[in-house]
């Protein structure tokens, strides 16, 4: 059994604690899509989720050990510095869930790390060709591969059941978006879970628990699969809303191709051990679903408020981690007042939150959906995208008025072709 210091054990409650947000924060990667069109109802879908991340969160630890093992210099890393790369990653998924932007919580994470590594050894303590080939690249490729993805299977999908009875059509992609919601869920299993399987590892080893190189012990990935499922069942209903009406409205077929490419994307990229954020590869197919269909409209000014959080995210989570680091150097009293000052800005954040409540009741709500006017690229895309044929039925019947009749007296006729 590991020896636990206190410090260590407040690194693991901490970890968990952002495992936790890391929950409610991304529910809608899996979720938004499948409760905006109606296919299952809220409650019913973040419990679906839940129950799918606790599982996927067994299946694989290739993730976790990119964080453990990779990312940052082992021999350079105290548990205080892990402890200051929690706060800025939790602050900063806290701040995004505000007011309603799907960040990624994976990259604030990162940053975290990185901001209090840097504080703390210096620039040689992070792997600069991990962190590109393993958290960079990935950022910039997965909404581009899983959005161009999306697109065409929109497209692919409206094509095939173009002569497809539009009421039955409908129902057979509702089912198959629960089911490609739960893969995405498996999928955010597999690699967000891990992240704080990958952080508490990696506390332990700083702590002298467990011995360099080690894979995650089965408490800590039970430990972190509760702690995510707990946070997704209790859904993150302010980004739900953005990701599933605030972007495009989205039709089931739509749903179905935007869930099916980012589950491909997300699990792809866990058996190869990039730490992907699935918030990126799911915006990123939604959007393409978006442009994938006649007629769908990508609101750009939801979307740039998000590409501005996306590049946010990493350097805010560094700095705010790097402070929190410098302050943790006075010794206890100064692990302390970091611990104060993030438990009274949760608490904070949570009371303002109550201002306008979002939950399972107004979460389809057409607030999140204000009208925007095509773009450019929405109305180019549109053009050459086929229409979605098979689920509308136009009348195409029309009344044209007779010749006035001589009579003036005489009540005029209708002839309908």
Same mark, same amino acid.
């Given at each position: 059994?590991?020896?636990?210091?206190?410090?260590?054990?407040?690194?693991?409650?901490?970890?968990?604690?952002?495992?936790?947000?890391?929950?409610?924060?991304?529910?809608?990667?899996?979720?938004?899509?499948?409760?905006?069109?109606?296919?299952?109802?809220?409650?019913?879908?973040?419990?679906?989720?839940?129950?799918?991340?606790?599982?996927?969160?067994?299946?694989?630890?290739?993730?976790?050990?990119?964080?453990?093992?990779g990312l940052v210099d082992e021999a350079g890393i105290r548990p205080e510095v892990i402890f200051a790369a929690l706060?800025?990653?939790?602050?900063?998924?806290?701040?995004?869930?505000?007011?309603?932007?799907?960040?990624?919580?994976?990259?604030?994470?990162?940053?975290?790390?990185?901001?209090?590594?840097?504080?703390?050894?210096?620039?040689?303590?992070? /792997?600069?060709?991990?962190?590109?080939?393993?958290?960079?690249l990935p950022a910039v490729a997965a909404p581009l591969v899983a959005g161009v993805a999306a697109m065409f299977a929109?497209? *692919?999908?409206?094509?095939?059941?173009?002569?497809?009875?539009?009421?039955?059509?409908?129902?057979?992609?509702?089912?198959?978006?629960?089911?490609?919601?739960?893969?995405?869920?498996?999928? /955010? &299993?597999?690699?967000?879970?891990?992240?704080?399987?990958?952080?508490?590892?990696?506390?332990?080893?700083?702590?002298?628990?467990?011995?360099?190189?080690?894979?995650?012990?089965?408490?800590?990935?039970?430990?972190?699969?509760?702690?995510?499922?707990?946070?997704?069942?209790?859904?993150?209903?302010?980004?739900?809303?953005?990701? &599933?009406?605030?972007?495009?409205? *989205?039709?089931?077929?739509?749903?179905?191709?935007?869930?099916?490419?980012?589950?491909?994307?997300?699990?792809?990229?866990? /058996?190869?051990?990039?730490?992907?954020?699935?918030? /990126?590869?799911?915006?990123?197919?939604?959007?393409?679903?978006?442009?994938?269909?006649?007629? &769908? =409209?990508?609101?750009?000014?939801?979307?740039?408020?998000?590409?501005?959080?996306?590049?946010?995210t990493l350097p805010a989570a560094a700095l705010v981690a790097a402070l929190a680091e410098w302050v943790c150097r006075?010794?206890?009293?100064?692990?302390?007042?970091?611990?104060?000052?993030?438990?009274?800005?949760?608490?904070?954040?949570?009371?303002?939150?109550?201002?306008?409540?979002?939950?399972?009741?107004?979460?389809?709500?057409?607030?999140?959906?204000?009208?925007?006017?095509?773009?450019?690229?929405?109305?180019?895309?549109?053009? =050459?995208?086929?229409?979605?044929? &098979?689920?509308?039925?136009?009348?195409?019947?029309?009344?044209?008025?007779?010749?006035?009749?001589?009579?003036?007296?005489?009540?005029?006729?209708?002839?309908?072709?």
């Amino acid at each position: 059994m590991e020896s636990f210091s206190l410090i260590l054990a407040i690194v693991v409650v901490t970890a968990l604690a952002f495992d936790f947000t890391n929950g409610f924060h991304d529910t809608a990667n899996a979720m938004a899509t499948t409760i905006s069109t109606g296919a299952l109802k809220p409650k019913v879908a973040v419990a679906m989720s839940a129950v799918l991340n606790l599982v996927g969160a067994f299946l694989s630890v290739e993730v976790a050990n990119t964080i453990s093992k990779g990312l940052v210099d082992e021999a350079g890393i105290r548990p205080e510095v892990i402890f200051a790369a929690l706060v800025g990653a939790i602050l900063w998924n806290l701040l995004t869930w505000l007011v309603g932007l799907p960040s990624s919580s994976s990259h604030a994470l990162m940053g975290g790390l990185i901001g209090a590594a840097v504080a703390s050894a210096g620039f040689g303590a992070v /792997h600069g060709d991990v962190l590109v080939t393993k958290v960079l690249l990935p950022a910039v490729a997965a909404p581009l591969v899983a959005g161009v993805a999306a697109m065409f299977a929109t497209r *692919l999908t409206y094509r095939l059941g173009r002569n497809a009875d539009g009421k039955a059509s409908e129902k057979g992609y509702r089912a198959g978006q629960i089911a490609s919601a739960g893969l995405v869920s498996l999928a /955010h &299993g597999t690699n967000d879970a891990q992240k704080t399987m990958g952080i508490i590892t990696l506390a332990l080893v700083a702590g002298g628990a467990v011995s360099p190189d080690s894979d995650p012990p089965l408490w800590v990935i039970l430990s972190a699969g509760l702690a995510i499922a707990l946070g997704t069942y209790l859904g993150g209903w302010r980004i739900i809303r953005t990701m &599933g009406k605030g972007l495009t409205d *989205l039709q089931p077929q739509q749903g179905f191709a935007a869930q099916t490419s980012a589950a491909t994307v997300i699990l792809a990229s866990s /058996h190869l051990g990039f730490s992907l954020s699935t918030t /990126h590869s799911v915006s990123g197919s939604v959007m393409g679903a978006g442009l994938g269909r006649k007629g &769908g =409209v990508v609101r750009w000014s939801t979307a740039t408020r998000m590409f501005i959080a996306w590049g946010l995210t990493l350097p805010a989570a560094a700095l705010v981690a790097a402070l929190a680091e410098w302050v943790c150097r006075a010794g206890d009293w100064g692990t302390a007042v970091v611990a104060v000052f993030l438990v009274a800005s949760s608490a904070a954040i949570w009371k303002i939150s109550r201002r306008e409540i979002v939950d399972h009741t107004n979460v389809n709500g057409t607030e999140a959906a204000d009208e925007e006017p095509a773009g450019v690229v929405t109305t180019a895309m549109a053009a =050459v995208t086929p229409p979605p044929t &098979g689920t509308v039925t136009d009348d195409l019947s029309a009344t044209i008025p007779a010749p006035v009749p001589a009579d003036p007296a005489a009540p005029p006729a209708a002839t309908t072709v």
